[in-house]
């Protein structure tokens, strides 16, 4: 009876001993698995956190929910929940140079927009200051609307208008849009302050 | 003096093209005064206006005149 009971004992042992060397087994795989997915989402890199957060989200929750199962030794629901979340999260790099595409495209298009607008627009604004300050400096007395340190800011701006203007129209030349915009978003600051101080208005 | 707007009048007009509307009593003279604070400006108003005007003297109530 005493061996029965001892050899008993010893199954157990030997069973336990054989189930936690089958978890040991996959305790790595899991732990690899994990890394593997979060070196995926780390070389997806900053532009998938800023043009697909939602995805980028959603693979950092589904690791946690992994890790979770990580921790309370669910080496094998890691295992099968993995491959899934991996490809996941090597889609992130993808999805986010479609999308990050896709923004700078739409901001060209932007861009494309304004600079048509204001270009269409400053050189007739910039061409009429002009006129009207070089008849005010003929005048032997400015308008009462007008004194003279405000003409002569308004004078100023003209000159820088008219500068900033030549800036714009060479970087557009060159086909750098975003800075012939940034140049021409100023010249439209100097002639809406110029016209302003001149009491003219844009139709 | 207050400046009007209409639209474009010529090739030439842009949005920022400004006019003024004659009034009773008006003369180039008074509204280059008005406008330059200058009423011997009055030549810059009749050369922008020659499309209309064929002497300064002769302006009409209810004109639109450009005023460059």
């Known amino acids: 009876m005493k061996l029965e009971s001892a050899f008993a004992g010893f199954l157990s042992l030997a069973m336990a001993a054989v189930l936690l060397a089958g978890c040991a087994n996959q305790m790595e795989p899991a732990k690899k698995a994990i890394a593997d997915i979060e070196a995926a989402v780390t070389a997806a890199g900053p532009d998938a956190a800023q043009y697909v957060p939602d995805q980028v989200q959603a693979v950092t929750s589904q690791v946690a929910d992994l890790k979770m199962k990580f921790d309370q030794k669910d080496y094998k629901g890691v295992i099968a929940a993995a491959p899934a979340l991996l490809a996941q999260a090597q889609g992130l790099a993808a999805a986010a140079a479609s999308a990050k595409q896709a923004a700078q495209a739409a901001a060209l298009e932007a861009l494309k927009g304004e600079w048509t607008t204001l270009s269409a627009s400053l050189p007739a604004a910039v061409a009429a200051i002009e006129s009207r300050v070089n008849i005010l400096s003929k005048s032997k007395k400015l308008p009462a609307n007008l004194d003279a340190a405000t003409f002569e800011s308004v004078k100023t701006g003209l000159a820088d208008a008219k500068t900033l203007w030549d800036q714009a129209t060479a970087a557009q030349s060159a086909g750098n849009l975003e800075q012939a915009v940034t140049a021409a978003r100023q010249v439209k600051e100097k002639a809406d302050a110029a016209l302003a101080a001149l009491g003219m208005t844009a139709g | ?68």
């Open chain 2, 1 to 68: 003096m207050e400046e009007k707007k209409q639209p474009a009048a010529s090739p030439a007009d842009s949005a920022y093209t400004q006019w003024y509307e004659v009034k009773s009593g008006d003369t180039l003279w008074k509204i280059a005064k008005a406008v330059y604070g200058d009423g011997s400006l009055y030549p810059e108003i009749f050369k922008a206006n020659q499309d209309v005007l064929s002497d300064p003297d002769k302006i009409k109530v209810g004109q639109k005149l450009r005023i460059p």
